[in-house]
Antibody, heavy 120, light 108 residues
Framework: QVQLVQSGAEVKKPGASVKVSCKAS????????INWVRQATGQGLEWMGW????????GYAQKFQGRITLTSNPSISTAYMELSSLTSDDTAVYFC??????????????WGQGTQVTVS | SYVLTQPPSVSVAPGKTATIACGGN??????VHWYQQKPGQAPVLVIF???DRPSGIPERFSGSKSGNTATLTISGVEAGDEADYYC???????????FGGGTKLTVL
Protein backbone atom coordinates (compact mmCIF):
# COMPACT_ATOMS: atom_id res chain seq x y z
CA GLN A 1 0.00 0.00 0.00
CA VAL A 2 1.08 3.59 -0.60
CA GLN A 3 2.87 5.18 2.34
CA LEU A 4 4.41 8.61 2.81
CA VAL A 5 6.52 8.81 5.96
CA GLN A 6 7.77 12.20 7.05
CA SER A 7 10.69 13.22 9.25
CA GLY A 8 10.25 14.18 12.87
CA ALA A 9 9.34 17.40 14.62
CA GLU A 10 11.65 20.40 14.35
CA VAL A 11 12.24 23.45 16.54
CA LYS A 12 13.96 26.36 14.82
CA LYS A 13 15.02 29.89 15.69
CA PRO A 14 13.59 32.84 13.76
CA GLY A 15 15.61 33.46 10.61
CA ALA A 16 16.72 29.83 10.32
CA SER A 17 15.77 27.27 7.67
CA VAL A 18 14.05 23.90 8.00
CA LYS A 19 14.16 20.87 5.72
CA VAL A 20 11.44 18.23 6.00
CA SER A 21 11.65 14.88 4.25
CA CYS A 22 8.90 12.62 2.90
CA LYS A 23 9.83 9.00 2.09
CA ALA A 24 7.49 7.22 -0.30
CA SER A 25 6.84 3.51 -0.61
CA UNK A 26 4.33 1.20 -2.25
CA UNK A 27 4.40 2.85 -5.67
CA UNK A 28 6.80 4.07 -8.36
CA UNK A 29 8.08 7.29 -6.83
CA UNK A 30 8.86 9.14 -10.05
CA UNK A 31 5.41 8.53 -11.51
CA UNK A 32 3.56 11.01 -9.25
CA UNK A 33 4.06 14.64 -8.28
CA ILE A 34 4.52 15.45 -4.60
CA ASN A 35 2.83 18.51 -3.12
CA TRP A 36 3.30 20.21 0.23
CA VAL A 37 0.51 21.60 2.40
CA ARG A 38 0.75 23.21 5.81
CA GLN A 39 -1.67 23.81 8.66
CA ALA A 40 -1.21 26.21 11.55
CA THR A 41 -2.80 25.20 14.83
CA GLY A 42 -6.57 25.57 14.63
CA GLN A 43 -6.38 26.82 11.05
CA GLY A 44 -7.17 25.43 7.62
CA LEU A 45 -5.04 23.77 4.97
CA GLU A 46 -2.66 25.95 2.96
CA TRP A 47 -1.11 24.71 -0.30
CA MET A 48 2.59 25.52 -0.64
CA GLY A 49 3.83 23.99 -3.87
CA TRP A 50 4.48 20.92 -6.04
CA UNK A 51 7.40 19.09 -7.54
CA UNK A 52 7.88 16.42 -10.19
CA UNK A 53 10.38 13.79 -9.04
CA UNK A 54 11.16 12.82 -12.64
CA UNK A 55 12.77 16.12 -13.59
CA UNK A 56 12.65 18.25 -10.41
CA UNK A 57 10.28 20.72 -12.08
CA UNK A 58 8.41 22.61 -9.39
CA GLY A 59 5.87 25.34 -8.77
CA TYR A 60 5.29 27.38 -5.67
CA ALA A 61 2.45 29.33 -4.13
CA GLN A 62 3.11 33.02 -4.58
CA LYS A 63 3.15 33.51 -0.82
CA PHE A 64 6.25 31.30 -0.48
CA GLN A 65 8.15 32.32 -3.62
CA GLY A 66 11.79 32.97 -2.79
CA ARG A 67 11.65 31.09 0.53
CA ILE A 68 10.70 27.55 -0.46
CA THR A 69 12.63 24.88 -2.33
CA LEU A 70 11.16 21.49 -3.24
CA THR A 71 13.54 18.73 -4.28
CA SER A 72 13.76 14.95 -4.37
CA ASN A 73 16.17 12.04 -4.39
CA PRO A 74 14.56 9.34 -6.56
CA SER A 75 17.24 6.81 -5.62
CA ILE A 76 15.75 6.70 -2.11
CA SER A 77 12.17 7.66 -3.07
CA THR A 78 12.30 10.76 -0.90
CA ALA A 79 10.99 14.29 -1.41
CA TYR A 80 12.15 17.34 0.52
CA MET A 81 10.67 20.70 1.46
CA GLU A 82 13.03 23.43 2.60
CA LEU A 83 11.68 26.71 3.95
CA SER A 84 14.03 29.57 4.80
CA SER A 85 13.87 32.86 6.74
CA LEU A 86 11.49 31.33 9.25
CA THR A 87 9.24 33.45 11.44
CA SER A 88 6.74 32.54 14.13
CA ASP A 89 4.04 32.59 11.42
CA ASP A 90 5.67 29.49 9.93
CA THR A 91 4.86 27.44 13.04
CA ALA A 92 2.61 24.73 11.64
CA VAL A 93 2.23 21.07 10.73
CA TYR A 94 3.65 20.41 7.27
CA PHE A 95 2.21 17.61 5.12
CA CYS A 96 3.47 16.02 1.94
CA UNK A 97 0.76 14.69 -0.35
CA UNK A 98 0.83 12.62 -3.51
CA UNK A 99 -0.98 14.05 -6.50
CA UNK A 100 -3.11 11.31 -7.99
CA UNK A 101 -3.83 10.33 -11.56
CA UNK A 102 -5.24 12.96 -13.91
CA UNK A 103 -2.67 15.71 -14.27
CA UNK A 104 -3.03 19.15 -12.71
CA UNK A 105 -6.69 18.66 -11.76
CA UNK A 106 -6.01 15.44 -9.84
CA UNK A 107 -6.69 15.09 -6.11
CA UNK A 108 -4.25 14.43 -3.30
CA UNK A 109 -4.83 10.73 -2.89
CA UNK A 110 -2.31 9.95 -0.16
CA TRP A 111 -0.79 12.07 2.60
CA GLY A 112 2.14 11.90 4.95
CA GLN A 113 1.50 11.90 8.68
CA GLY A 114 2.64 15.51 9.08
CA THR A 115 5.69 17.17 10.62
CA GLN A 116 5.38 19.78 13.35
CA VAL A 117 7.69 22.73 12.79
CA THR A 118 7.91 25.21 15.66
CA VAL A 119 9.67 28.54 15.24
CA SER A 120 10.62 30.02 18.58
CA SER B 1 -6.32 34.80 -6.22
CA TYR B 2 -9.12 32.27 -6.35
CA VAL B 3 -11.20 31.90 -3.19
CA LEU B 4 -13.33 28.99 -2.01
CA THR B 5 -15.87 29.79 0.69
CA GLN B 6 -17.20 27.23 3.17
CA PRO B 7 -19.41 27.68 6.25
CA PRO B 8 -17.28 27.44 9.41
CA SER B 9 -19.57 24.90 11.00
CA VAL B 10 -22.46 22.54 10.34
CA SER B 11 -24.34 20.58 12.99
CA VAL B 12 -26.54 17.55 12.40
CA ALA B 13 -28.23 14.87 14.47
CA PRO B 14 -27.18 11.24 14.07
CA GLY B 15 -28.95 9.54 11.19
CA LYS B 16 -29.80 12.81 9.46
CA THR B 17 -28.23 14.30 6.34
CA ALA B 18 -25.41 16.85 6.45
CA THR B 19 -24.72 19.18 3.53
CA ILE B 20 -21.51 21.18 3.32
CA ALA B 21 -21.29 23.90 0.69
CA CYS B 22 -18.22 25.19 -1.12
CA GLY B 23 -18.67 28.39 -3.11
CA GLY B 24 -16.40 29.85 -5.72
CA ASN B 25 -16.56 31.97 -8.87
CA UNK B 26 -17.31 29.70 -11.82
CA UNK B 27 -16.72 26.61 -9.69
CA UNK B 28 -18.91 24.79 -12.18
CA UNK B 29 -15.98 24.98 -14.58
CA UNK B 30 -13.54 23.47 -12.12
CA UNK B 31 -12.98 20.01 -10.69
CA VAL B 32 -13.67 19.79 -6.95
CA HIS B 33 -12.21 17.37 -4.42
CA TRP B 34 -13.22 16.92 -0.77
CA TYR B 35 -11.12 15.88 2.21
CA GLN B 36 -12.02 14.77 5.72
CA GLN B 37 -9.65 15.59 8.57
CA LYS B 38 -10.03 14.32 12.11
CA PRO B 39 -8.13 15.91 15.00
CA GLY B 40 -4.43 15.13 14.98
CA GLN B 41 -4.63 13.23 11.69
CA ALA B 42 -3.74 13.89 8.08
CA PRO B 43 -6.57 14.68 5.65
CA VAL B 44 -8.25 11.82 3.82
CA LEU B 45 -9.76 12.08 0.34
CA VAL B 46 -13.49 11.34 0.49
CA ILE B 47 -14.78 12.68 -2.87
CA PHE B 48 -12.76 13.32 -6.03
CA UNK B 49 -13.58 14.65 -9.49
CA UNK B 50 -16.72 16.30 -8.10
CA UNK B 51 -18.64 13.13 -7.27
CA ASP B 52 -16.46 10.00 -7.30
CA ARG B 53 -15.76 8.05 -4.14
CA PRO B 54 -12.39 6.41 -3.41
CA SER B 55 -12.50 2.76 -2.45
CA GLY B 56 -13.22 2.38 1.23
CA ILE B 57 -15.32 5.53 1.51
CA PRO B 58 -18.94 4.71 2.43
CA GLU B 59 -21.72 5.32 -0.09
CA ARG B 60 -23.17 7.75 2.46
CA PHE B 61 -20.67 10.31 1.11
CA SER B 62 -21.60 12.01 -2.15
CA GLY B 63 -20.62 15.13 -4.06
CA SER B 64 -22.39 17.43 -6.50
CA LYS B 65 -22.11 20.83 -8.18
CA SER B 66 -24.68 23.40 -9.22
CA GLY B 67 -24.06 26.95 -10.33
CA ASN B 68 -21.34 28.52 -8.20
CA THR B 69 -21.55 25.93 -5.43
CA ALA B 70 -20.16 22.45 -4.88
CA THR B 71 -21.76 20.35 -2.16
CA LEU B 72 -20.63 17.45 -0.03
CA THR B 73 -23.55 15.43 1.29
CA ILE B 74 -23.29 12.88 4.07
CA SER B 75 -26.44 10.84 4.56
CA GLY B 76 -27.20 8.83 7.67
CA VAL B 77 -24.57 10.75 9.62
CA GLU B 78 -22.69 8.79 12.25
CA ALA B 79 -20.68 9.96 15.24
CA GLY B 80 -17.50 8.90 13.44
CA ASP B 81 -18.18 11.45 10.68
CA GLU B 82 -17.45 14.30 13.07
CA ALA B 83 -14.46 16.05 11.50
CA ASP B 84 -13.31 19.05 9.48
CA TYR B 85 -14.10 18.93 5.77
CA TYR B 86 -12.22 20.84 3.06
CA CYS B 87 -13.01 21.41 -0.59
CA UNK B 88 -10.12 21.89 -3.03
CA UNK B 89 -9.65 22.89 -6.67
CA UNK B 90 -6.87 23.65 -9.11
CA UNK B 91 -7.04 27.25 -10.32
CA UNK B 92 -5.79 27.43 -13.91
CA UNK B 93 -5.34 31.21 -13.80
CA UNK B 94 -2.68 31.04 -11.11
CA UNK B 95 -1.63 27.39 -11.49
CA UNK B 96 -2.24 27.14 -7.75
CA UNK B 97 -4.14 24.55 -5.78
CA UNK B 98 -6.67 26.15 -3.46
CA PHE B 99 -8.44 24.88 -0.35
CA GLY B 100 -11.64 26.17 1.14
CA GLY B 101 -11.43 27.42 4.71
CA GLY B 102 -12.88 24.19 6.07
CA THR B 103 -16.16 23.24 7.75
CA LYS B 104 -16.35 21.64 11.18
CA LEU B 105 -19.07 18.99 11.19
CA THR B 106 -20.55 18.40 14.63
CA VAL B 107 -22.77 15.38 15.25
CA LEU B 108 -25.23 16.32 17.96
Amino acid sequence: QVQLVQSGAEVKKPGASVKVSCKASGYIFISYDINWVRQATGQGLEWMGWMNPTNDNSGYAQKFQGRITLTSNPSISTAYMELSSLTSDDTAVYFCARLGVGGVIAPFDDWGQGTQVTVS
Amino acid sequence: SYVLTQPPSVSVAPGKTATIACGGNNIGGKIVHWYQQKPGQAPVLVIFYDSDRPSGIPERFSGSKSGNTATLTISGVEAGDEADYYCQVWDSSSDHRVFGGGTKLTVL
